[in-house]
T-cell receptor, first 115, second 111 residues
Framework: GAGVSQSPRYKVAKRGQDVALRCDPI?????LFWYQQALGQGPEFLTY????????KSGLPSDRFFAERPEGSVSTLKIQRTQQEDSAVYLC?????????????FGPGTRLTVL | GDSVTQMEGPVTLSEEAFLTINCTYT??????LFWYVQYPGEGLQLLLK?????DKGSNKGFEATYRKETTSFHLEKGSVQVSDSAVYFC??????????FGAGTRLTVKP
């Protein structure tokens, strides 16, 4: 596709439910990032992949958050036993290469609301 | 840790007015600096960047200069248009694949 796509665009979950958020990066992009954006705040880093390898997961807020990118393309961010504080927009971004600074291209985000 | 602080919004201007959105940073090294823009209903887009002191980034009439002496990267535009209405994020990258964003400044331009 022409850009980074994310699905679903909106997700409402009851507290305690598990959710899975999908990211389709730009074809051929090596690096993939997940961010969490709370209302009125800037994006905060969650995790980073280079191809299928998760090289940094230091931003994941708890062990309820898990991300994978098994074939080095599509990525899924999973949140288990959702809590109200997980309500946010989850952004995915991809970039072409990891060997030097490259622009990150962002998807439109998934807005998660936990009731 | 390394971070950016940007001017709180919202900012409301009339068309053709001059725009400044302030951004200052704290860093131990020599980060790259960025401005991202988020138009309504769209994802974040890179607006401009500067990778070293005294560099000026520019795009679509917007400019920002990397000022090491004042640790600033203020965004400016000489004459804003209604289509510039968006949320603007200042960001800092202390190293590759490490990007830290400010809280964002919402700009509304009225005709």
């Amino acid at each position: 596709g022409a850009g980074v796509s994310q699905s679903p665009r909106y997700k409402v979950a009851k507290r305690g439910q598990d959710v899975a958020l999908r990211c389709d990066p730009i074809s051929g992009h090596v690096s993939l990032f997940w961010y969490q954006q709370a209302l009125g705040q800037g994006p905060e880093f969650l995790t980073y992949f280079q191809n299928e390898a998760q090289l940094d997961k230091s931003g994941l807020p708890s062990d309820r958050f898990f991300a994978e990118r098994p074939e080095g393309s599509v990525s899924t961010l999973k949140i288990q036993r959702t809590q109200q504080e997980d309500s946010a927009v989850y952004l995915c971004a991809s970039s072409f290469d990891a060997s030097s600074y490259n622009e990150q291209f962002f998807g439109p985000g998934t807005r998660l609301t936990v009731l | 840790g390394d971070s950016v602080t940007q001017m709180e919004g919202p900012v409301t201007l009339s068309e053709e007015a001059f725009l400044t959105i302030n951004c200052t940073y704290t860093a131990t090294g020599y980060p790259s600096l960025f401005w991202y823009v988020q138009y309504p209903g769209e994802g974040l887009q890179l607006l401009l960047k500067a990778t070293k002191a005294d560099d000026k980034g520019s795009n679509k009439g917007f400019e920002a200069t990397y000022r090491k002496e004042t640790t600033s990267f203020h965004l400016e535009k000489g004459s804003v248009q209604v289509s510039d209405s968006a949320v603007y994020f200042c960001a800092l990258s202390p190293s590759i694949n490490d990007m830290r964003f400010g809280a964002g400044t919402r700009l509304t331009v009225k005709p």
